[in-house]
């Protein structure tokens, strides 16, 4: 059963910076598509950023575009998610997934942020505050 373990979260002030981790086991991590996703009280579940752990692309959403960094270390089968000039409105929960399933894909095409993920971590809140 692949296992996702996210760190990293906590409060944070306006303008700040945060890196969050999400280690993956009991998968061939060079395989797999890679999200964060965030999810706030009241609204949508939102795609953050994501990577295609073998090619080593990267995806954005626009809100984040220019301040979040999403990266890969192979080695220790981890995804990060750089996070900096936080805002009041990044202040969710932010979970790890992997694995979109083929038909999520096929329908979405390359729209990763609304694919079904097969494999969601516990979630890590992030709270960012004036």
């Known amino acids: 059963q692949v296992k996702l373990v996210e760190s990293g979260g906590t409060s944070v002030q306006v303008g700040g910076s945060l890196r969050l981790e999400c280690t993956a086991s009991?998968?061939?991590?060079?395989?797999?598509?890679m999200a964060w996703i965030r999810q706030a009280p009241g609204k949508e579940r939102e795609g953050v950023a994501a990577i295609d752990i073998g090619a080593d692309t990267t995806f954005y959403a626009d809100s984040v575009k220019g301040r979040f960094t999403i990266s890969q270390d192979n080695a220790k089968r981890t995804v990060y998610l750089q996070m900096n000039s936080l805002k009041p409105e990044d202040s969710a929960t932010y979970y790890c997934?992997?694995?979109?399933?083929?038909?999520?894909?096929?329908?979405?095409?390359?729209?990763?942020?609304?694919?079904?993920?097969?494999?969601w971590g516990q979630g890590t809140q992030v709270t960012v505050s004036s």
């Open positions: 009991r998968f061939t991590f060079s395989s797999y598509l």
């Open positions: 997934a992997a694995d979109p399933s083929e038909s999520s894909q096929a329908r979405y095409g390359l729209n990763w942020s609304k694919y079904d993920y097969k494999n």
